[in-house]
């Protein structure tokens, strides 16, 4: 099983500034998602991290402000731009291993807190 | 995406099964039934899937009904490590592999 380690786990950020979480994978995988966990709530899909080209984003969220890279087929990044504390919420990284495969891993989260 | 309802809350005593229900009235012939968890402070964890038959794992089992738009996740035996926000979750994958998480359901397990 892939096993996810995200980095920073956990941060307090100014209002305005902008957030890099890492999603370090120890195994290639097919797909990357990345996703919003607002406190008290379930998990939103913001994004499904493309490999060598633009992330696909759900409805409702854009890339400007939650910029995805995704060079290789087992590192991504999510940017939290221009903070506002509307934004603090978990942000978690989830991993497919392969097409052929239907369980995906999920890492602990980094927890965000915007003042 | 096809949807599920699920009950907020649930309560179970320790040591005896706990079902799960989940309606998806709305599911297709390619939806996968899946059962994620979440314990609390951890991303979520997967717990079992299926298309049409029942399944079993170490961790549940899971019956489906015959025409599909309902499911129940089973827990033969509630332990207190098992209390948790437990995710009915649709998946075509025909149309991608994403994972749309519903609103779950809290399950409190009493000592």
């Known amino acids: 099983s892939a096993v996810i380690s995200q980095k920073p786990s956990r941060d307090i950020c100014q209002r305005g500034t902008s957030l890099t979480i890492q999603c370090q994978v120890d195994s290639q995988v097919t797909m990357m998602f990345w996703y919003r966990q607002q406190p008290g709530q379930s998990l939103t899909l913001i994004a499904t991290?493309?490999?060598?080209?633009?992330?696909?984003?759900e409805s409702g969220f854009v890339i400007d402000k939650f910029p995805i890279s995704r060079p290789n087929l087992t590192f991504s990044t999510l940017t939290v731009s221009n903070m506002s504390p509307e934004d603090s919420s978990i942000y978690l990284c989830?991993?497919?291993?392969?097409?052929?495969?239907?369980?995906?891993?999920f890492g602990q989260g980094t927890r965000l807190t915007v003042v | 995406d096809a949807k599920t309802t699920q009950p907020n809350s649930m309560e179970s005593n320790e040591e005896e099964p706990v079902h799960l229900p989940c309606n998806h009235s709305t599911i297709s012939g390619t939806d996968y039934i899946h059962w994620y968890r979440q314990l609390p402070s951890q991303g979520p964890e997967y717990v079992i899937h299926?298309?049409?038959s029942n399944v079993n794992n170490r961790m549940a089992s899971l019956a489906i009904a015959e025409d599909r738009k309902s499911s129940t996740l089973i827990l033969h035996r509630a332990t207190l490590r098992d209390a948790a926000v437990y995710y009915c979750i649709l998946r075509d994958l025909n149309t991608g592999n994403q994972f749309y998480f519903g609103t779950g359901t809290s399950l409190t397990v009493i000592p």
């Open positions: 991290a493309n490999q060598g080209s633009e992330a696909t984003y």
């Open positions: 989830s991993v497919v291993e392969d097409l052929l495969k239907t369980e995906a891993f």
């Open positions: 299926g298309l049409t």
